[in-house]
């Protein structure tokens, strides 16, 4: 029940973020609609842990200011490179470990590779435990198997790293 009004004060916020306009009617037809969808996405099975992890929240607030300046970073590294007249890089396919263990963690590391500029994940072998990344430079291969991220994503679904 408490994941259920979770998703539908979430969609809720959602709808008047996108809408900008706060009439009565508009307000009351998110609220109306918002909750119809939380009802629906219940009975329908969608709004479980890993449809809607609400548990997650308060690690995530911690994750993803660490992920966006990480991506910035790497826009700027990426930049330089693509700036430069020699074009420096050296692209690389390896095979990395994957802390994360639960469907969230997993999806969420993966598209953590994948956000941050220079790097792309690939492939997902959840039987091996391994993810396929392609590198742009050396240091961008070298930062993903320096494991932080791995350990912060770890730390995210809710596992001692």
Known sequence: MARMASLGLFLFVFWLLLSGHYTVWLIGAGLIVSAL?????????????EGHPVNRLGAGLAYWPWLAVEII????????????PKLPIAPEM?????????PVG????AN??????????VEVDRER??????????????????????????RFEGRAA
């Open 129 to 154: 435990d391994t993810f396929l990344v392609h590198a742009l430079t050396r240091a961008g291969a070298d930062g993903v198997r320096g494991g932080e991220m791995d350990r912060r994503v770890t």
């Open 94 to 102: 390896f095979e990395t470990k994957v802390g994360p263990r639960t």
């Open 106 to 109: 997993v999806a969420t590391y």
């Open 112 to 121: 953590s590779i994948t956000l941050t500029p220079g790097t792309i994940t």
């Open 37 to 49: 969808l939380a009802v629906g996405a219940h009975f329908l099975g969608l709004a479980d842990e």
């Open 73 to 84: 970073k790497s826009s700027v590294d990426v930049a330089r490179i693509i700036l430069n």
